[in-house]
């Protein structure tokens, strides 16, 4: 089958598959049938989750640079959005409405505060990666760990969005939407999630990816071979939190309640479980990790009351394992199943390029054992 | 390709085929078997204390309704859920408790954020909630199937107001709150208007987060400015440490505080220097009243240990929402929520419930004077008026002032083009 | 001026315990590049080993007394050493040879076990460390004016510079020590001269985990409430010291926990005047963080070291 039709054809199952999940989830259900609302929803915070994880992986599995403050940029995301709807949207919402019908303007408007939600969050992430990211490693995990508390301090700081109270909706003194509306379904969260996959994908399978991995693989050498190191790593900090900042939105909009109680550290830590447990450096492995990390608390919610409570350190215990028998991930940096998702090549397959801009460094997928040899300290 | 896609349309299949559930069935429990009720709370995050507490005093009363014969025959069932502290999970267990558990009425949260959180989700699907100490005002203006058993930040802000003004004759007060506590942040605002319309100054105001270890810098600002009293709603564990470090920094003023300090640690935390303090709470262990000292004897043997107000809360809750039932004579939602609401004079272990058109409990607080490690009676401070049928005056000032009046959101609002 | 003396006599009290816990990150990456996230949690692994052998040994019922302080101290400092030489060999020595990302996650799982293992097995209630200063009770010596100082602030004072010394000490004029350095300076031809790296890595661990106990004790003496998350934060400040002082240098990591303690003090005691309100004293170790790293990356007293290849 031509790549081209292969995709179309793709592109048309995933749209049936939303619609149709969105449908079963929804009041009415599906003919008559749904799933129960409690499945409906774990379902969309996976969703959630696998825009969190593939794009942290970004950063930290691609192009090797640990942030643990992912949940900072998904807070970011999150108000920004949410602040956008409850107080500058409804006149807009309103007019489109009248434009184009109720549907069409309310997309319009939820896809317009998701975008300044992903703005929002990526500036963030290029005031605090410009200066950490001009360093070693090991600081960008502090700045982004203190990052995530200075914006969740900020948030209480700030009573038109709540405070600690939380934010519902408008806040008295000033004018807006009493509540937030649950513009976030299937099809938008769903839809979102395949296409942060997607874009991940490309982004990683071209130039720009290969001087990443380039920077992941050895730094020194990358800068050597004359890639902009700094620009490179800032560059993927961006990206990364901008999705995190779409995630965020989609969050806000989804559960009509933001409160800093859900962005702590500890969430932050949720998303590197996900992609440590499905492999850095692989984007199907963080899709699994996340869907693992989000089904499984509430799978385990049957055992008894002790065991449950225990959970937390069953997770740490297999982080630990897991980075001694295997520290690239479980599934390391391999893929399944993905190519299709690609962009048209041009050039036959097996054929190398020759002198094309970006550095070749480190074929992808990158055998694990580079990155055992990276003891320049020693 | 053919694989994954496969692969993802034989899941999709294979969800709907067999997850799936008729749409529109009802969800009244049934009318024979154990009677469901939900209790969802924090029960292994940092706030778990409080939920196990509020626990325990649901599960004993839970006990002593069945041991009676249940609630028209029927008993009573309480399944619990962990939502560690997170709005987030909160909101997720709620779904749970109310789809897959087919509860028929939920007790819970503790803190006013997870249930604020959770409280859309008990409305959308009209399962009548109701919140042992949940206080922000916010809680129940969620819609009409959101109640609540306490007392509400309005009220206990400005009890401790009126008591520093009238009975210690307060002139001067500094405020130490939680910055991070949507509770703390509350009474705070409502003692400081209140203190002021009483003709009392704030000479300084000061803020810390739950979690820190060291509050000499405040205590010491607080210091410069010379206050009468120092108003410190928190919680026990910060608050022990405030009252051991003013000790230390020779600051002579009693602080003022709320029921979040009520819980046995306080007294290993704050020990002596406790002494001379003075908190608004909703009952006192030491009330003479017997079914007081029954509950608190009770709950003893069952624990070991002396319940505090969240205990007694949790209790209450539970009870109320079984006088509800048998008042109904039914475990349908719409019937129950009129019960609920109907609620008048009803003798709880924390004072005498009246629910009023907000579906906020009207009831008194109690002041109590720290001395010796104990909680000792001192006064007791009703709602202006007295509790009657309409709603208390407390309640309409304040929420006009905070501006949260807006009539309770209709539950329509909320509708989604999702669900 | 009583009440500015007040809040500087409060910000290095607090600052003390940020040095002694800063100096166990500064020794450990001095040594491994390693930024060890789970040195905050044996700081409260050291409270509370220090409550439990109160408890267990009925020190507590004891009432104050500096004697049964000292035994809670070196209990606990010893109890911390071991677990922070069994933290090295079981979790780091296997992935010493990985990259430092797996090293640093390592780290984070590490530190998140020891939290939730106390979380799950003890609750994450707060507890009541015993008052063995007579704190409660006891009222503050006055200095001038309004300024005093209480016993358990003199204690944590002396205590922290004994430490201090000592440590010092132990690095210039020990033999221990010259290997320290040694190996610090370089793992490999540390070990071509015949230093048993291993076992000074070990020693590096023990000490700085004996330190960082010593800290969760004595602030537990002035600040009585322990929880299995309370090692989280102050961890990160403390960290945030060492990078601030120079990290891999000793005297710096006292300086910079000075400073941070000080400069969060002064932050809560006077930022109101400025419109800072006092919660943003968490932010404030970050804010100096994000700076140190722009301004002078290298710390107050570190030298740049050029990354070798």
């Known amino acids: 089958m031509p790549t081209f039709i292969k995709r179309i054809l793709g592109l048309v199952v995933v749209v049936v598959l939303l619609v149709g999940m969105n449908a079963a989830m929804g009041r009415e259900g599906l003919f008559g049938f749904g799933l129960p609302y409690y499945y409906g929803e774990i379902i969309n915070l996976t969703g959630i989750s696998i825009i969190l994880a593939v794009s942290l992986n970004l950063i930290t599995g691609f192009t090797g640079q640990f942030s643990i403050g992912h949940a900072g940029f998904m807070a970011v995301g999150a108000y920004s959005s949410v602040f956008m709807t409850v107080y500058y949207s409804e006149g807009l919402e309103k007019w489109l409405t009248g434009l184009v019908g109720a549907t069409l303007g309310q997309s319009l408007v939820f896809l317009g505060v998701i975008i300044f939600g992903a703005l929002v969050a990526a500036l963030a992430g290029l005031v605090v990666g410009i200066p950490s990211l001009r360093l070693r490693g090991d600081y960008l995990a502090i700045v982004t760990l203190g990052f995530a508390e200075i914006i969740r301090i900020i948030i209480l700081n700030i009573d038109r969005v709540g405070g600690a109270t939380g934010f519902r909706g408008r806040v008295p003194p000033w004018d807006g939407r009493p509540i937030i509306p649950q513009y976030a379904n299937f099809i938008w969260i769903g839809g979102f999630a395949v296409l942060t996959i997607v874009i991940v994908y490309n982004i990683v399978n071209s130039d720009i990816g290969r001087a990443f991995i380039s920077i992941r693989e050895d730094e020194l050498a990358a800068e050597a071979m004359g890639v902009n190191t700094t620009r490179y790593k800032v560059l993927s900090f961006v990206i990364s939190s901008s999705f995190a900042g779409i995630a965020g939105a989609l969050f806000g909009h989804f559960r009509q309640f933001l409160h800093t109680n859900d962005f702590q550290f500890i969430r932050s830590i949720e998303i590197i479980i996900m992609i440590v447990l499905g492999g850095m450096g692989s984007i199907t492995g963080a899709v699994l990790g996340a869907i693992v990390i989000t089904i499984l608390p509430e799978m385990l919610r049957k055992l008894p009351g002790d065991l449950y409570s225990y959970r937390l350190v069953i997770y740490s215990a297999l982080l630990i394992v897991i980075m001694i028998t295997r520290p690239q991930g479980v599934m390391g940096a391999k893929e399944f199943g993905l190519s299709w998702l690609k962009r048209p090549q041009r050039r036959p397959e097996g054929d190398k390029p020759a002198g094309e801009k970006g550095v070749p460094i480190a074929q992808q997928p990158a055998p694990p054992k580079e990155i055992e040899q990276g003891k320049e300290h020693a | 390709m053919k694989r994954t896609l496969f692969a993802l349309l034989l899941i999709t299949t294979l969800l709907i085929g067999f997850a799936c559930e008729r749409r529109g069935a009802g969800n009244n429990g049934g009318s024979t078997g154990p009677i469901v009720v939900g209790y969802y709370g924090d029960l292994s995050g940092r706030t778990s204390s409080f939920g196990q507490s509020t626990k325990n005093g649901a599960e004993m009363a839970a006990d002593e309704i069945n041991k009676a014969g249940g609630i028209n025959g029927r008993t009573v069932q309480i399944v619990t859920e962990d939502d560690q502290g997170e709005p987030n999970k909160a909101a997720t267990v709620v779904t749970k408790l109310i789809n897959q558990d087919k509860v028929i009425a939920l007790l819970g949260e503790v803190a006013s954020s997870n249930s604020l959180a959770a409280a859309p989700k008990a409305q959308e699907a009209k399962v009548p909630m109701i919140s042992p100490s949940s206080t922000n005002p916010q809680v129940t203006q969620v819609g009409d199937y959101i109640f609540r058993v306490c007392f509400i930040d309005p009220f206990q802000g400005e009890v401790m107001a009126k008591f520093s003004a009238n009975n210690l004759h307060a002139k001067k007060a500094a405020i130490l709150y939680d910055f991070n506590s949507d509770y703390s942040r509350g009474l705070y605002q409502f003692f400081k208007r209140s203190f002021t319309s009483l003709g009392g100054q704030i000479v300084s105001e000061q803020s810390y987060t739950q979690g820190d270890r060291d509050f000499s810098g405040q205590l010491t600002a607080i210091r410069a400015a010379n206050p009468d009293v120092i108003y410190v709603p928190g919680y026990y564990g910060e608050v022990g440490v405030i009252s051991n470090q003013k000790k230390q920094l020779g600051i002579k003023a009693p602080l003022l505080g709320g029921d979040g300090w009520d819980a046995p640690q306080l007294w290993q935390l704050g020990g002596s220097s406790l002494d001379g303090n003075y908190i608004s709470n909703h009952y006192s262990v030491d009330d003479p009243s017997p079914a007081i000292q029954k509950f608190v004897a009770d709950y003893k043997a069952r624990y070991n240990i002396l319940p505090d107000a969240l205990a007694a809360l949790g209790y209450d809750a539970m009870k109320v929402l079984a006088d509800a039932i048998k008042r109904a004579g039914t475990t349908e939602n719409v019937k129950l929520r009129d019960a609920i609401a109907q609620t008048q004079n009803f003798q709880g272990v924390t004072g005498r419930i009246s629910i009023d058109k907000d579906r906020n409990a009207v009831k008194p607080a109690v002041v109590l004077k720290l001395q010796n490690m104990k909680f000792v009676y001192e006064t007791t401070i009703s709602p202006e008026g007295t509790p009657v049928t309409s709603a208390s005056p407390n309640t309409g000032t304040s929420s006009a002032s905070t501006g949260t009046t807006a009539p309770p959101a209709p539950p329509t609002k909320a509708a989604s083009p999702a669900q | ?309």
């Open chain 3, 1 to 309: 001026m009583d009440t500015f003396v007040q809040q500087l006599i409060n910000g290095l009290n607090v600052g003390a315990i940020y040095a002694l816990i800063a100096l166990g990150y500064t020794m450990v990456y001095g040594i491994l590049r390693l930024i060890n996230f789970a040195h905050g949690d044996v700081y409260m692994v050291g409270a509370f080993t220090g409550y439990f052998i109160a408890l267990q040994l009925g020190l507590a019922a004891g009432g104050p007394s500096l004697v049964s302080l000292t035994i809670v101290l070196l209990g606990s400092m010893f109890v911390a050493a071991v677990v922070g030489m069994i933290i090295e060999r079981f979790a780091y020595r296997p992935v010493r040879k990985y990259s430092r990302m797996t090293t640093l996650i390592m780290a984070i799982g590490v530190s998140l076990l020891i939290e939730n293992l106390f979380v799950a097995r003890i609750g994450a209630a707060p507890r009541a460390f015993p008052d063995f200063l007579g704190s409660q009770s006891q009222l503050p010596y006055r200095l001038f004016g309004n300024a005093a100082i209480s016993k358990a602030q003199i204690i944590i004072f002396l205590v922290s510079i004994a430490l201090m010394v000592l440590l010092q000490w132990i690095v210039f004029k020990t033999k221990v020590g010259t290997a320290m350095r040694a190996v610090s300076f370089n793992l490999n031809s540390a070990k071509l001269m015949g230093i048993n790296t291993d076992l000074i890595i070990s020693l590096t661990f023990a000490i700085g985990s004996a330190l960082a106990a010593a800290g969760g004790v004595l602030t537990a003496q002035y600040n009585p409430n322990i929880d299995p998350l309370m090692g989280i934060l102050t961890g990160l400040k403390a960290f945030v010291a060492a990078v601030l002082g120079g990290i891999g240098n000793i005297p710096g990591a006292v300086l910079g926990g000075l400073l941070i303690g000080a400069a969060e003090t002064f932050v809560v005691g006077y930022g109101y005047h400025i419109g800072i309100a006092s919660t943003y004293r968490d932010a404030v170790a970050f804010a100096i963080l994000i700076l140190v790293l722009l301004l002078r990356p290298s710390g107050l007293l570190g030298s740049t070291v050029q990354e070798k290849v």
